[in-house]
C-alpha cells in the first residue's frame, strides 16, 4: 500500500516538472517576463500540480463521459477567471493561460485515453494481463535529456531564469526517478518470483533501501559542486551571433589582454598572475600511488573479463532469453569407478583370453559349471578334453588365470 501510494505521488511529481517548464520557455523565447519575477513565475507553473491530481482522480471514479468534460472545462475556466479576477493584464498574462489551457488539454486527452485503454483491458479474456506504463504516471530515467534540452535551448536564448528552472528541476527529478525506479523493480521481481515470498518483504525493501540511499548521498555529494557554481555560468546569445557579421572576441573580467592570458596557466589566470604553489612530495607521492593501483586494478579486471568471455563462450540464450549453460561432470561414485576401471581392462589380452575360454565352454555345455570344479574337470565336463584346440586354449587359460 505505501509503495502504490509512494509511486502516485512520484508521477504527479514527474507530470508537474514535466510541464512547468514549457510556459517558462515560451516567455524566453518571445522576450516575456513577469514583473512579479521569475521564482514566482515557476510557482505560478507549478500549480498545474492541480489539474494533474484532479484529472487523475476524474478518469478514475467519474463514470460519465459529460461529467468529466464539465470538470476538465472547469479547470479551464479556473485559470481565464483567477486572471480576470486579479485584473492580470499583457501579454505575459496572454501567454500564461493559453499555456495553461494547453496543457489541462493535453492532460485531459491522456487521461481519457488511458481510461478508454483499461476499460478495453477489462473486457478481453485475459482480465488479469499486465498494465500498461502511462506517460503521466511512470518517471524514467531518459527523460532527464528533457531538461537537458531545455537548459541548452535556454544557454542559446541567454534565459538565465529558464536554465535555473531546468537546473533545478533536472536534479529533482533524478532523484524521484531513481526512487521510482527502485519501488518498480522490487515491486516486480516480488511478483515474478513467488518462490521468495517467505522472505518478509519489509525485509528486501530495507535492505534495498538502504543501498538506494547510499547510492543517492553519492550522488548527490558528487551533484553539490555544480549547484554551487551555477551562478557562475556563461550565458550567450545565439540571436546576437547571427545577426552580427563578425562575432565580438569574449570580454574578460580582469585586465589581462587575451595575447597575453594565452601564455598563462589556469591558475594564473584565475589567480590574477600569482603562479601556482608547488605540490609537496607527499602528494605527488600518493597520487602515484592511486595512479598505479587504478592502473594495475584496471588491468586486472580487463584480464578477469577476458577469461570469463572464453570460459562462457559457449554459453548462449534462447529465444526466450534464458541462458543455456553447459552441464559439468561433478565425478563419480565409487561404484562408477569401479566399473570404469573394469571397462578399461575389458579389451586387455588376458581378458580376450579368458573371453574365449568361456565361449568354447559354453558352446559345448549346457550346464553350469560348479565351483569347485578345475579346468581340467570342466573341459572333461564338456567333452573337450582330447581336442587339439582346447589344450592350447587350456595352456594359455592356466597361464593368465594362476600366472600372476
Not at 482522480?57 to 479551464?76: F, M, S, T
Not at 555529494?221 to 540571436?239: C, E, M, T
Request: hydrophobic letters at 45%; glycine letters at 8%; charged letters at 25%.
Amino acid at each position: 500500500m505505501i509503495v502504490n501510494r509512494s509511486l502516485k505521488i512520484i508521477g504527479y511529481a514527474h507530470a508537474t516538472l514535466l510541464f512547468a517548464l514549457l510556459i517558462p520557455f515560451f516567455y524566453t523565447m518571445a522576450g516575456l517576463s513577469d514583473p512579479t519575477g521569475a521564482g514566482a513565475l515557476y510557482a505560478k507553473c507549478l500549480l498545474i500540480l492541480i489539474p494533474v491530481v484532479i484529472t487523475d482522480w476524474a478518469a478514475k471514479r467519474v463514470k460519465y463521459l459529460a461529467v468529466y468534460i464539465g470538470i476538465c472545462a472547469a479547470l479551464l475556466a479556473a485559470v481565464w477567471g483567477i486572471a480576470i479576477l486579479f485584473h492580470a493584464s499583457g501579454a505575459y498574462i496572454v501567454c500564461y493561460c493559453i499555456g495553461m489551457s494547453a496543457e489541462i488539454l493535453f492532460i485531459a486527452l491522456k487521461r481519457l485515453q488511458a481510461r478508454l485503454k483499461e476499460s478495453s483491458r477489462r473486457k478481453e479474456e485475459d482480465p488479469l494481463a499486465a498494465k500498461e506504463a502511462e506517460f503521466l504516471d511512470t518517471p524514467w530515467l531518459p527523460l532527464l535529456w528533457y531538461f537537458v534540452g531545455i537548459y541548452v535551448l535556454g544557454l542559446c536564448l541567454n534565459g538565465k531564469a529558464l536554465c535555473d528552472m531546468a537546473f533545478g528541476s533536472a536534479i529533482v527529478y533524478l532523484f524521484l526517478a531513481l526512487i521510482a525506479t527502485y519501488f518498480r523493480g522490487t515491486k516486480g521481481y516480488l511478483e515474478t518470483n513467488k518462490r521468495i515470498k517467505g522472505i518478509p518483504t519489509r525485509r528486501l525493501y530495507g535492505v534495498g533501501f538502504a543501498m538506494l540511499l547510499l547510492f543517492v548521498g553519492l550522488l548527490l555529494i558528487g551533484i553539490l559542486p555544480s549547484v554551487f557554481l551555477a551562478s557562475h555560468r556563461q550565458y550567450r546569445d545565439v540571436r546576437g551571433w547571427l545577426q552580427s557579421s563578425e562575432m565580438a572576441p569574449p570580454e574578460y573580467p580582469n585586465e589581462m589582454e587575451f595575447s597575453d592570458a594565452g601564455d598563462m596557466e589556469m591558475w594564473e589566470m584565475l589567480h590574477e598572475g600569482e603562479p601556482a604553489p608547488e605540490p609537496s612530495v607527499f602528494v605527488n607521492i600518493l597520487f602515484g600511488v592511486i595512479s598505479g593501483v587504478c592502473f594495475f586494478g584496471g588491468v586486472d579486471g580487463i584480464v578477469r573479463v577476458v577469461r570469463r568471455v572464453f570460459q562462457d563462450f559457449q554459453n548462449s540464450r534462447d529465444e526466450n532469453g534464458d541462458i543455456i549453460e553447459e552441464i559439468k561432470d561433478k565425478g563419480r561414485t565409487d561404484r562408477e569407478e569401479m566399473l570404469e576401471k573394469g571397462r578399461r581392462h575389458t579389451d586387455s589380452a588376458a581378458e580376450k583370453i579368458k573371453r574365449r575360454y568361456r565361449k568354447m565352454i559354453r558352446k559345448h555345455r549346457k550346464d553350469r559349471p560348479a565351483l569347485y570344479e578345475s579346468p581340467a574337470e570342466i573341459e572333461e565336463g564338456a567333452g573337450l578334453k582330447d581336442d587339439e584346440e582346447m589344450r592350447e586354449l587350456h595352456r594359455a587359460y592356466e597361464e593368465v588365470r594362476y600366472g600372476g
